[in-house]
């Protein structure tokens, strides 16, 4: 992290670079006339020949008040370099709530390459109410039109926005766009596009008495830091970003694409505070007599502590819908009242947590609001990186347990394991810093499969297969009811193996109450008899194990991942820890050995992800068993080797067995 306190930071050579780029892009009165020299100039179209289109330039220029307040104006240049690019471009949106934010546009028209202009500007821009699905909060956007494109033509988009992403108990008609933490200011700017950046700069302007505090990542930026007697100011810019390319199950590209943070918070515990006190001054956690009747109600019979505490989550996740609706002033980072939720029976994540708050105080819990981010990391800068709110309860030990009534809904764990290795912070009256969700065993999250079966000597197969879960797991077997209307319950389970065996024959299909989740794991049997199951003749038999085939792996997280040849630059991500065991005992007609599987064992171990199979022959039955373990969900780029020879191992144990009488 770099503090600017009374310091000019300055890179000679690139700031040169920096300072020219600055001058054109905002202070050059002439720039919209030279745009067609310069597109020709930066030979656009030869040196991106393999993209559909090129970003030209994005600038934005952000100055801040006192007040926290700050105007963005941005401009773009898009530059057509296929004709599939069209398509993309044919429209261009913005997106705004305008309970927080407003967008101004100031100038949008297109340079054909032959060098004639269009102007856009009041012509083919439309405000309208964004399309919504889960969250009704009246966002809006705005569309401009510019219509065909052909190879070689340029839009050209300017725009000045005020205000930030949320909103905050808005007084009048300025004041809506101040940030909620009133005074202070943050900002992040990605450095990166799904086309490529020919040239990006970013240029911050803050007022003399406040602290600007930055960091860069994942670029070699240009940076320039100066300061006046009124203003803080700091620029950033980047030449040729490409686009990230995809790999398979890759992390999120926040945490890996060029980006700049600014930020005036320089502690956690004042993030912290701040979330505790804006909530505590709304009377989000107020509890009322409807509230205290329905908690006395839930904990009824209650045997602990714990006990009382996943009663009280438990309702929140599976009876508050997610639905957001929006509260009107002060929707954003403030929590809905217990009141409120418990009327409208839904909210989005902060709300539901914000209820499990109520009760859980109403309860005589001491318990709190939290932030998080779900799906990417949370760096090291106190800058508001969040897109999720959870809840926090203090034991009667002093430690505190972290629960999320958004992700737990037919869920046996109180906090979801798909948030692991995941960073946030607790809004305390005394402050708190940031933290990271630890790693969740793999055998929290087993998946257990057994078949117990006998083939005769025609090849039909009959058997009974048993699936029991945990954690995870468990919810993910259990999705094929719970996802899905009552009357199809039986009809998705049995398809687990009518989509595999078509001809297979179901004398029966049990499986324990799925909205009785919370008693015990999920356990399902399947009896079943399969013809032409093996391939048979005289003297030998080849048998496709049911497992390898594929029965029940829609519950395997990591079951259909497979190798690249291509080396891995980048770190990937896994839905949760998991750990797999298979079983299957097959009863043959016969005498028979292996032929088969030059290996009986076959294993691999490393510090990320293991594997260790083996098949044989005793008493005639035909053994098959396994178990995978994978420990965690996010993974660095070197633990790709682990996963790469586990592939081999299963592919080599998954072949098809052959046995000769």
Not at 219 to 234: M, N, Q
Not at 243 to 263: G, L, Q, W, Y
Not at 276 to 288: H, K
Not at 513 to 528: A, G, L, M, T
Request: with cysteine.
């Amino acid at each position: 992290m770099k503090i600017l306190f009374y310091n000019t930071y300055v890179r000679v050579q690139k700031t040169m670079i920096l300072v020219i780029f600055g001058l054109l892009i905002f202070f050059n009165p002439c720039f919209s006339s030279e745009l067609g020299k310069y597109l020709k100039e930066q030979n656009l179209k030869e040196k991106y020949a393999d993209y559909p289109a090129v970003i030209a330039f994005d600038s934005i220029f952000t100055k801040v008040q006192e007040s926290g307040l700050s105007n963005v104006t941005k401009k773009v240049l898009y530059y057509i370099v296929k004709p599939e690019a069209s398509k993309e471009f044919n429209t261009i949106i913005l997106d705004y709530e305008p309970l927080s934010a407003d967008i101004t546009i100031i100038k949008a028209f297109i340079i054909r390459e032959n060098g004639n202009e269009e102007e856009l500007f009041n012509k083919k821009i439309y405000d309208y109410t964004a399309p919504a699905r889960a969250i009704y909060w009246g966002a809006r956007q705005k569309m401009m039109e510019p219509g065909y494109f052909a190879p070689g033509d340029a839009v050209y988009i300017e725009y000045l926005r005020k205000g930030y992403t949320y909103a905050l108990l808005s007084n009048d008609d300025d004041s809506r766009f101040i940030p909620p933490m009133r005074g202070h200011f943050y900002d992040i700017i990605e450095f990166y596009n799904k086309y490529p950046v020919h040239s990006q700069y970013f240029k911050v302007i803050l007022p003399a008495s406040k602290e600007m505090i930055y960091k860069t990542y994942n670029g070699d930026f240009v940076e320039k830091i100066t300061e006046t007697s009124e203003f803080k100011i700091g620029e950033f810019s980047l030449q040729n970003i490409l686009p990230i390319k995809k790999e398979f199950r890759i992390v999120d590209n926040s945490d890996i694409a060029p980006k700049v943070i600014v930020t005036t918070t320089s502690k956690w515990e004042e993030k912290s505070k701040w979330f505790y006190g804006v909530n505590e001054d709304y009377g989000s956690f107020n509890s009322t007599p409807e509230i205290d009747k329905k908690v006395a109600e839930i904990l009824k019979g209650a045997k602990s502590e714990l006990d009382s505490i996943e009663r009280l989550n438990r309702w929140c996740a599976d009876e508050i819908r997610y639905s957001g609706i929006s509260m009107g002033e002060g929707e954003g980072y403030t929590l809905h009242t217990g009141d409120m939720t418990f009327t409208d029976r839904c909210g989005v994540c902060k709300d539901k947590a914000g209820m499990l708050v109520t009760m859980l105080r109403a309860a005589g819990f001491k318990s709190y609001a939290a932030m998080t981010m779900a799906g990417s990391r949370i760096e090291d800068i106190p800058a508001d990186q969040f897109n999720h709110s959870v809840t926090a309860v203090q034991l009667r030990d002093g430690s505190m347990l972290m629960l999320d009534p958004t992700w737990v809904p037919f869920v046996r764990e109180m906090w979801s394991s798909r948030e692991q290795q995941q960073n946030y912070i607790i809004g305390l009256k005394e402050g708190d810093i940031l933290r990271e969700t630890p790693i969740s065993s793999p055998d929290n999250h087993y998946l257990k499969i057994n078949n117990i079966a006998s083939i005769d000597k025609n090849g039909t197969i009959t058997g009974t297969i048993t699936v029991t879960a945990e954690g995870q797991s468990d919810a993910q077997i259990r999705s094929i009811f719970t996802r899905s209307l009552r009357n199809m319950w039986e009809y998705n389970l049995k398809n687990q193996i009518y989509n595999l065996y078509p001809t297979a024959n179901i004398t029966k299909a049990n499986y324990s109450d799925p909205y009785k989740y919370y008693e015990n794991p999920v356990n399902i049997e399947i009896k079943y008899s399969i013809p032409n199951f093996a391939a048979v003749n005289d003297k030998t038999m080849i048998i496709e194990p049911m497992t390898a085939k594929g029965v029940f792996k829609y519950a395997q997280q990591y079951g259909n991942w497979k190798d690249s040849e291509e080396k891995r630059k980048y770190g990937f991500t896994g839905a949760c820890s998991q750990q797999v065991i298979i079983n299957e005992e097959i009863t043959l007609p016969a005498k028979a050995k292996l032929i088969s599987h030059k290996k009986s064992k076959n294993s691999q171990k490393g510090n990320f992800a293991s594997i260790g199979n083996q098949i044989s022959i005793i008493n005639n039955v035909l053994k098959i068993n396994s178990e995978e373990n994978y420990n965690q969900r996010v993974y660095p780029v070197e633990a790709w080797d682990d996963f790469s020879k586990i592939f081999k191992v299963k592919e080599e144990f998954n072949q098809p067995v052959i046995v000769e009488f």
